[in-house]
């Protein structure tokens, strides 16, 4: 599986992005999809996460409300649409991914599959 990130761009405090996560293969739908981002000089920390089955969706608390993760299988593509962006906001996006019978969980280490990452930065 191999999964390609885009969408990141420059983009003014209280504006909207949406990323997506391009998927290789047919496995898509049996995968647990989430997206983490990385701050210069920070550690990579999870922002959100969706199951294999579109059923249930995780956010980190800071970007709840503000941040929406979706799927469609039928595309093979993730999303992660962020609106009313912040500075804070501004990192690296990856995509990640691990099988359906994983756990979702907020630990980068327990995602078998990883994007390239995409720029996202906001300005004051």
């Known amino acids: 599986v191999q999964l390609q990130a885009f969408g990141g761009g420059l983009v003014q405090a209280g504006g909207s992005l949406r990323l997506s996560c391009a998927a290789s293969?047919?496995?898509?739908?049996?995968?647990?999809t989430a997206w983490f981002r990385q701050a210069p000089g920070k550690e990579r920390e999870f922002v959100a996460a969706i199951k294999w089955n579109d059923a249930t969706t995780y956010a980190e608390n800071s970007v709840k409300g503000r941040f929406t993760i979706s799927r469609d299988n039928a595309k093979n593509t993730a999303y992660l649409q962020m609106n009313s962006l912040k500075p804070e906001d501004t990192a690296v996006y990856y995509c990640a991914a691990n099988f359906r019978g994983a756990p979702i969980s907020t630990t980068p280490g327990l995602y078998d599959f990883w994007g390239q990452g995409t720029l996202v930065t906001v300005s004051s």
């Open positions: 293969g047919r496995t898509f739908s049996s995968l647990n």
